[in-house]
């Protein structure tokens, strides 16, 4: 359950002294005095407020959001410490423990947006946390003003130092202990102006580069309570399924395991982790090894539970489907029906989109402390407030007896928004009365995930004597991610369509209605939701259109796109998409791959543009093939993300994204065997290798005076089509299905 954002106290800050002369400035609280001791000298293990300035100079910087490679960390520690004038290689960043108080039975949000979903993170940090570094630089100033005995209007900072017009300077640390004792300014400190800024817009390295090469980085699954029971679990293959009989003695008998527990059958009515857990059966025991080997002693009978359906199962509903109407209109402009049949020519294709698994390096685990007054997880999360939500739920403790920790994911892709890894690890320290560390292996987090939605797309579109689009339909039917989750059927559209995506709002009679498919196999959030599904159908129709009209596919997307201007855009990313920097980006794109460069080399170019949650992103990519090989020689990048704060990780970001985006659409889909989900390793769901991807990647990133956005998602929605596209310039050969590469080898 998400509870609303308590926007109203974000902008309180509160700023206090230590014992041992530190300047501490956060967010306020009625705890923060409470845990002002525990943040002097050395112990640095939690972290609460945002900053804290040690009298040697050292800077903490707290970071709020979880890290799972988007390089949240760094960014929101670059926002503080540059209106904090720090000296960033005395800068240590620390992660922030989940911020929640008690507040009417209601958890009070004490440190903002502490989120990884839909790259809101970077956006909620520039809105929140320049003034956090602001009044930390304030208090610095006048501490250094009484100390030299002029005007703090006199002073400036830079570099950690408190600088006075006749030279003389006073470090940070000397001024710490002074600052802690001022009284906050009446009025809100002045924000610095962006040609002031030193390290925004300058490339910085992960804060935490430095532990990840040298192997110190602790992520969850590396941290262990000395007293702790390893615990694996036994889950039923057969999504909905229940335990039927069960033998437990030669487990119970193996030296080293302590308890064999069972988990309840999933109950839809009472949903924990957001999504229902699947029935199993726990090995608690006192090592992993131990744990792993019980489980294999078990010996269980499971009860299906409703029939799975595969993709090809699905798809082959597709046609009665779309003869019923559709579940939800989503959006209707003009009469298409009538520019139809007033079109001088038509064109229709249909396009399906596979069932694809995270596969997240680190899988899910939790360490789990239950006591009568005190909770503790340390897990991978990105939704650390529905984790305590699970916590509340499962022991009825209040917000402020529930500590969660988050320690670098090792990866999400939208996996850990679902905590049913959270609820698993509290249903069994409760049960075993014991801290218990829960183990997921490889096999389990591929037979178990939350998968990406199976979607098939039905675009139909009519043009004129110019060959201008006059009317557009697309019907898409896909298993709604929202199914299952407590969420009414009528509400399960939100997750698959979205009303204003492009062309909606270029063309004039222009239709999307949805179709819900049912499915019992467990769907959930995957990089860049839908965008990195819906993109592919509507870019690679624009090119077929392109190609059958003999219209140049860069030329007829700037047609389309029109003179700049800003259209309403409801929901994340909005209120408006400006046409104009998506053309931008699109024609950055084309120029770099050399888009008007006649090619008879065999090579073939492709492009494709999406607006992903506020960032305006195009992909080209140039491919051949040689022989029965798919080479993709060089990608091209080109974003629009606002003021980027570190470009550095904005790239990595781009790239990332876009490296995914076609490793998926090469050749992965999740596939079902006697009604059970068939891959358990990478050996069955093969990641592309680095000679399958591209040899060369360019990033672009277009500069930019406007708010920032995330970049994590933003690379991903046109990759694949873009990939697509540039297959059919190559071979002549036009794919329509994700993974692409079975497709491919079999129209060749």
Known sequence: MTRAHDASRRRFLKVLGSAGG????????????????????????????????????????????????????????????????????????????????????????????????????????????????????????????????????????????????????????????????????????????????????????DADARDIVTGRQRHAIDQMPGDALVAVIARCPYPGGALKALDAADARALKGVAQVLTIPPPDPAALLGIRPLAAGVAVLAEDTWTALRGRDLLKIEWRAGAAAHGDDALAAQLDARFEQAPTTPVRNDGDYDQARKLAHRAAQARYRIATVAHAELEPPNCIAQVASDHALVIAPLQNPRGALDVVQRLTGLRPSQVEIRLPRGGGGMGRTLDNDHVAEAVMLAKAAKKPVKLMWTRADAFAHDAYRPFAVHDLAAGLDRKNRITAWRQRIASTSRLAGRGEPRERWWLSEAHPDDLPAGLIDNYRLDWFALDSSLPRGNWRAGSHGINAFATQVFLDEIAVATKQDPLQLRLDLLGEPRALPYRGHGGPVLDTGRLAEVLKLAADAIGWKKKRNDGHG???????????????????????????????????????????????????????????TALGLRITLKDGCVAQRDFKDYPLATMAQLPREVQVILVPSQEKPTGAYEMGLPGAAPALANAVFAATTVRVRSLPILPELMRLL
Do not use: C
């Open 22 to 205: 530190a300047l501490i400035v956060g967010v306020q609280t009625r705890a923060f005095a409470d845990v002002a001791d525990e943040l002097v000298g050395d112990v640095l293990l939690t972290l609460n407020p945002y900053v804290r300035i040690e009298p040697d100079g050292t800077v903490v910087i707290g970071a709020r959001d979880p890290e799972v490679g988007q390089g949240i960390r760094t960014a929101e520690a670059r926002i503080i410490a540059e209106e904090l004038d720090a000296d960033w290689p005395r800068v240590v960043v620390l992660p922030m423990a989940l911020g929640a108080e008690d507040g009417n039975g209601e958890p009070r949000w004490t440190f903002g947006h502490q989120e990884a979903r839909g790259s809101t993170g970077i956006p909620a940090a520039w809105n929140d946390l320049r003034s956090v570094g602001a009044t930390a630089r304030e208090l610095l100033v006048r501490a250094a003003a009484q100390r030299l005995g002029v005007g703090a209007r006199t002073l400036r900072t830079q570099l950690g130092r408190v600088i006075a017009a006749d030279g003389r300077s006073l470090d940070y640390g000397q001024l710490a202990t002074a600052a802690s004792q001022l009284p906050p300014a009446n009025a809100a400190p002045a924000l610095k102006s962006p040609e002031a800024f030193r390290l925004i817009g300058q490339d910085a390295g």
């Open 605 to 663: 170019l492709g492009l494709a543009f999406h607006f992903t949650y506020g960032g305006y992103v195009a992909h080209a990519l140039e491919v051949s093939m040689q022989g029965a090989r798919l080479v993709m020689h060089k990608a091209v990048i080109a974003a629009d993300l606002g003021r980027v704060i570190n470009p550095l990780g904005a790239r990595a970001a781009l790239t990332g994204a876009t490296l995914d985006g076609l490793s």
